[in-house]
């Protein structure tokens, strides 16, 4: 079984960085592809990036590229998303997930994904 934490969200001010980290619990070994996503009441989950097993290949969504980098650190764990230039069309509850089934390919689709954290929020505001 696959658990998923998010943590580190916040309010800031735009232009303010943040960063998300993703704490992941599995069996030792579960290989996955990780991504991140954002949702605002009454709109669809929306892609933010998403990341290989081993993290070189990494895509994102226009609307974050050259602000926003995602990461991972396999040997803890752990997945991030760096947030920097931050505005207020930023403010959303962000997600970390998970794939586990096969095939392993990166997917910018919520179905692409097994495991969903529970979110957290970030505001951008004055």
Request: glycine share 10%.
């Amino acid at each position: 079984q696959v658990q998923l934490r998010e943590s580190g969200g916040g309010l800031v001010q735009p232009g303010e960085s943040l960063r998300l980290s993703c704490t992941v619990s599995a069996r030792a070994n579960t290989r996955m592809i990780m991504a991140w996503f954002r949702q605002v009441p009454g709109r669809e989950r929306e892609f933010v990036a998403t990341m290989s097993e081993s993290g070189a290949l990494i895509e994102y969504s226009g609307s974050v590229k050259g602000r926003f980098t995602a990461s991972r650190d396999n040997a803890k764990n752990m997945a991030y998303l760096q947030m920097n230039q931050l505005r207020p069309d930023d403010t959303a509850a962000y997600y970390c997930a998970a794939r586990t089934r096969i095939p392993l390919v990166v997917g910018q689709s919520t179905g692409a994904y097994d495991h969903w954290g529970q979110g957290t929020q970030v505001t951008v505001s004055l």
